[in-house]
């Protein structure tokens, strides 16, 4: 006679008991761990000037102020790119050169005239100055008007990371945890190659002034503001800090 006996689907429970002999193969996260997205950037610290990547790198940043390339006569656009191929043909390291447009800050100017409103003798004249700077606001809203950036990126990297092939800077910076190992490195390193930079940092300003052009290179205050505004261009038109003691250094630091 066929058998008519049922059977029944392992519950739950049970897989969960039968299973539990079994090694765990799956790794477990860290619970109540706030993975900050500090972690996966590619800057390690900002100090005396420099920006300290977590690879080794070290880099300045030079602002450079603009001419008006048009306004000059014929023969001064000449001598400007001959000297800036000079500059070029000059160069035994490789340089970065950044154009940042950027939504035009009229804040200072607006409360500017927002305090001179206040001193106004009369209070037709204040009405005006008022009207004068809400116009100015709205106009600058309305109009997206943008202004540009200029920035020379000098970077000094250690011999042995340049060396490395393409794959293996790839899961370099894969890795993208960092330890106290990696900082001891990178405080080592910073006092062999820093003058190295500084060297650079000089030969790139005597070069760009011959051609007419003035570079200062960006303070520690000047790279945190610069790169605060670049991975959060939203957020710092409205949140805004006057020093870098306003940060919550604590929680955004990585361990």
């Known amino acids: 006679m066929p058998d008519t006996s049922t059977t029944t689907a392992p519950t739950a429970t049970a897989v969960a008991v039968k299973g539990a002999a079994l090694p765990d193969t799956v790794r477990k996260k860290k619970k109540g761990f706030a993975v900050s997205t500090q972690r996966y950037l590619p800057i390690a610290e900002i100090r005396e000037d420099t920006v300290l990547l977590k690879n080794g790198g070290i880099r300045a940043v030079l602002k450079v102020n603009s001419i008006n390339f048009n306004l000059k006569s014929e023969v001064e656009q000449q001598g400007i790119i001959a000297g800036y191929q000079?500059?070029?043909?000059?160069l035994i390291f490789p340089v970065q050169i950044l154009i940042r447009s950027t939504k035009?800050?009229?804040?200072?100017y607006i409360q500017s005239m927002k305090g001179r409103a206040d001193q106004q003798p009369s209070a037709l004249l204040k009405e005006?100055?008022?009207d004068y700077a809400d116009f100015m606001e709205k106009l600058v809203d309305i109009a997206d008007i943008m202004q540009k950036n200029y920035y020379i990126i000098v970077p000094v990297d250690a011999p042995t990371k340049v060396k490395r092939g393409l794959f293996q800077r790839f899961f370099e910076w894969m890795n993208v945890d960092d330890n106290r190992s990696k900082a001891l490195q990178r405080s080592h390193e910073f006092k062999a190659y820093g003058k190295i930079l500084r060297d650079r940092v000089t030969l790139v300003q005597s070069g760009m002034e011959n051609v007419g052009l003035t570079l200062?290179?960006?303070?520690?205050d000047e790279l945190v503001h610069l790169f605060y505004s670049i991975y959060n261009p939203t957020t710092s038109q409205k949140q805004k800090f006057k020093a870098t003691t306003e940060l919550n250094a604590d929680k955004a630091a990585v361990f």
């Open 86 to 90: 000079s500059f070029v043909n000059t």
């Open 104 to 108: 035009l800050n009229i804040d200072p």
């Open 128 to 130: 005006q100055t008022l």
């Open 216 to 220: 200062r290179r960006l303070k520690t």
